[in-house]
């Protein structure tokens, strides 16, 4: 088993989404588990703005961010830090996402896009808000 199998692996999974978009936010990979956690084929996918999946409300300060890392190559988050946001199916409906980012770079060593690996965590956020709706209902109850 060589780094190429085991990457093709990764990337042929429909565990994790796998996006990659180009410097301007141009999708160029997008995996089976791309496909079943937003519900866009990789045909129509490709070539997108990930606009796409961003919902309006997110998209300019999502657009400020993805500019600068391609400006400078620094982001606040490429050290494997995991970020949250919310995100847009195919069918309009609204998911949380939680994803790691990690910059792409030419052989030249500039910035040239962005992967990031994705999780649907919408199940458990929605469990994590109606548990604190009720502590405070709990809460307001008893005081």
Known sequence: M???QIARALLDSP???VVASDRDGAIVLW???AERVFGWSEAEALGQSLD????????????EGYDRVMATGISRYGEGDLLAAPAMRKD???????????PVRDEAGEMSGMVSVIRDVTAGFLEMRELRKKLA???KAAG
């Open 2 to 4: 060589d780094r190429e």
């Open 15 to 17: 565990a994790e989404a």
């Open 31 to 33: 995996n089976t588990g």
């Open 52 to 63: 796409l999946i961003i919902p309006e409300p997110q998209r300019a300060r999502h657009w």
């Open 92 to 102: 309009g409906i609204r998911i949380s996402l939680e994803f790691t980012i990690a």
């Open 137 to 139: 209902e709990k809460s």
